[in-house]
């Protein structure tokens, strides 16, 4: 069966960290370009961060420039998203997306062909 799943979501207290995973079953993200998106309740999706197949380029949107890392393991078929200094703010719902495209220090280009199912990430005192 084809599927992302994503993992490590949870609550954080402001100021901490957390790490999602983004692993793919039934397919090899090798030649894929991965990407993070969020939702908050009442909020439009926003894209968060993206990587390119081969780790030559990553995007992170303004918000969580500095704070956020991503990285892959394509030996473990797995991407993840490093959240440090987190905020009230990056309180949502996570999804990753693979698929192939551009990808830029300035843009994601991507047009995505898999998407997971989210995991919830919760950043409160």
């Known amino acids: 069966q084809v599927q992302l799943v994503e993992s490590g979501g949870g609550l954080v207290q402001p100021g901490g960290s957390l790490t999602l995973s983004c692993a793919a079953s039934g397919f090899s993200l090798d030649y894929y370009a991965i990407g993070w998106f969020r939702r908050a309740p009442g909020k439009e999706r926003e894209g968060v961060s993206c990587?390119?197949?081969?780790?030559?380029?990553?995007y992170y949107a303004d918000s969580v420039k500095g704070r956020f890392t991503i990285s892959r393991d394509n030996v473990k078929n797995t991407v993840y998203l490093q959240m440090n200094n987190v905020k009230p703010g990056d309180t949502a719902e996570y999804f990753c997306?693979?698929?192939?495209?551009?990808?830029?220090?300035?843009?994601?280009?991507?047009?995505?062909?898999?998407w997971g199912q989210g995991t919830q990430v919760t950043v409160s005192s």
């Open positions: 997306a693979a698929g192939w495209g551009t990808v830029s220090t300035d843009a994601c280009l991507l047009e995505y062909k898999y």
């Open positions: 990587i390119s197949n081969g780790e030559r380029g990553a």
